[in-house]
């Protein structure tokens, strides 16, 4: 066997293939996942008058699948509608979020639609919105609520590795055009701050056009199918990431554990 067939398949891509089985994702033993409703396994209802019904059930989040595969503690610091701005004026503080005890060694954020697409939209910003020495004086765009979420986890957990989701393409180009400026943001906030790396599905995971929504959709949100298929391609886009940086990865195993090391 050629182990660096293993860890550099040759001109290997995210998502070229989906891992089976238990991944390098579980070298943390405890993950966060920071979201909206597509991160907390929300399934819509649509009753004889046409009204919608939202559910949050977080035992089919990918998040959970994630960690019911490799075996590791996660968090759902998510819920429907969520926005950066909301979680950090108040939604996180009221649901225990910032807890010290629930401190991991990896978060992974999936948040963007709601503040940028929905009728909510608030300014995208840029990393010129973050204040370096106190993230609650971050201007009052995305860019600035978002720099705060991830500067407060660090705080908790400073040596805590973060995995920042793009948007899919889909199939408006409207909408694409949000998305390649979002994950933008996330690249440029990845260079900021360390241990930041970016899980960019709108360059790599399949797009989400109609033929994708009749399969992995019930309604606006995922159904239980496009849950699972979601959880393999972030499972394996972490597993792709840790794989081809290995070093910076060696000391996972003493985040929040206490034990000084260097």
């Known amino acids: ?3 660096e067939n293993y860890l550099y398949p040759q001109n290997e891509k995210p998502l070229d293939r989906l891992v089976e089985g238990y ?19 929300e399934f819509e ?24 595969k490799n075996g590791f503690k996660a ?15 108040g939604v996180a503080e009221e649901k225990g979020y910032w807890d010290k005890e629930k401190a991991c060694q990896a978060y992974v954020i999936a948040l963007g639609v709601n503040d940028l697409v929905s ?13 370096p020495s106190d993230c609650s004086r971050n201007g009052s765009t995305f860019a600035g ?33 949000i998305a390649q400026k979002h994950a933008e943001l ?32 019930l309604h606006g949100h995922m159904n239980p199918m496009g849950y699972v298929f979601t959880a393999k391609v972030i499972d394996s886009y972490i597993d792709y990431i840790i794989r081809h940086n290995p070093r910076e990865f060696d000391n996972v195993g003493f985040i929040n554990s206490g034990i000084k090391y260097r």
């Open 23 to 41: 991944s390098n994702t579980s070298v943390f033993r405890t993950v966060a996942f920071v979201g909206d409703s597509m991160s907390s396994g």
């Open 75 to 89: 968090y759902n610091f998510s819920g429907g509608g969520m926005t950066a701005k909301e979680y950090i004026e």
């Open 1 to 3: 066997m050629n182990w």
């Open 145 to 177: 609520y978002y720099a705060a979420i991830i500067a407060r986890y660090k705080e908790i957990a400073p040596d805590a590795k973060f995995f920042l989701v793009t948007f899919p393409e889909i199939h408006l180009d409207w909408h694409n055009e």
């Open 186 to 217: 996330l690249y440029a906030l990845a260079d900021y701050y360390d241990n930041c790396y970016v899980v960019d599905l709108f360059k790599y995971a399949p797009k989400y056009d109609e033929r994708f929504n009749k399969e992995f959709f």
């Open 119 to 131: 009728p909510k939209k608030m300014d995208l910003g840029s990393i010129s919105d973050i204040d």
């Open 45 to 68: 209802t649509c009753d004889e008058n046409g009204q919608h019904g939202y559910y949050d059930m977080f035992e089919y989040s990918w998040g959970q699948h994630i960690a019911r």
